[in-house]
């Protein structure tokens, strides 16, 4: 049973470019979930996903960032228009029920804007 | 909304030392979970807490969940070096999502 698979690894985009982050998650799992993490910070929960549905996008900024987690295929967390500012590791995790349960984290997307 | 504050936010101790972080809730929680990062890594699972009062333990590791269900500690006897990393704290309310604290960061001098 493969863990959270999260790819690319590491992104590099140039300002103005636009950045998709892909995010499997285990099998078994309808609830995803991801975070960012900024150098030397915390993580900061940004969206929670099932199934073709977002649950909770409490954390996600109001422009520019969108995610997705459609009925066949990975989770998707989209940034357009990067900016300097969006560089840091962006996490995905997943659980078989509600947030009650323990996560799987994937190794993350190390994401770099120049 | 919810808040999870985490303390200290760094730890530097020697080998063999003993190592404590506080994780408190503005709000009841359902349960509580710990996670260890190692530098450059991805947050692993360590344990979740349920119940008032709870105490589990896991070798070195002894977890607290404090009677009102608004605050938790991790506390780890004699540190090894391969204690490093940083402790988060996520505190789970019936709500679906995790709020995680801000970490602490903990350094074990050989």
């Known amino acids: 049973n493969a863990g959270v698979m999260q790819n690319p690894r590491h992104l590099v985009r140039r300002r103005g470019q636009e950045a998709r982050l892909r995010c499997s998650p285990m099998k078994g799992h309808s609830h995803v979930y991801w975070y960012r993490q900024l150098p030397e910070e915390g993580l900061k929960f940004m969206v929670y996903?099932?199934?073709?549905?977002?649950?909770?996008e409490s954390g996600m900024p109001k422009e520019r960032f969108s995610a997705e987690f459609p009925k066949e295929g990975p989770s998707i967390l989209r940034i357009q228009q990067v900016v300097r500012g969006d560089s840091a590791a962006y996490f995905c995790?997943?659980?078989?029920?509600?947030?009650?349960?323990?996560?799987?984290f994937g190794q993350g997307t190390r994401l770099t804007v120049v | 909304g919810q808040q999870v504050m985490q303390i200290p936010q760094y730890q530097h101790v020697q080998e063999g030392e003993d190592f404590t972080t506080y994780c408190n809730s503005s709000?009841?929680?359902?349960?509580i979970q710990w996670y260890k990062q190692r530098p450059g890594g991805h947050p692993v699972f360590l344990i979740q807490l349920v119940k008032s009062g709870e105490v589990k333990k896991q070798k070195r590791l002894t977890f607290q969940f404090g009677e009102a269900k608004k605050n938790s500690s991790l506390h780890i006897t004699a540190t090894q070096t391969t204690d490093v990393g940083t402790y988060f704290c996520a505190g789970n309310t019936n709500a679906g999502k995790s709020t995680f604290g801000d970490g602490t960061t903990l350094t074990v001098k050989p």
């Open positions: 996903l099932q199934k073709e549905n977002i649950i909770d």
């Open positions: 995790a997943s659980s078989p029920y509600t947030g009650n349960t323990e996560a799987f």
């Open positions: 709000t009841t929680l359902s349960n």
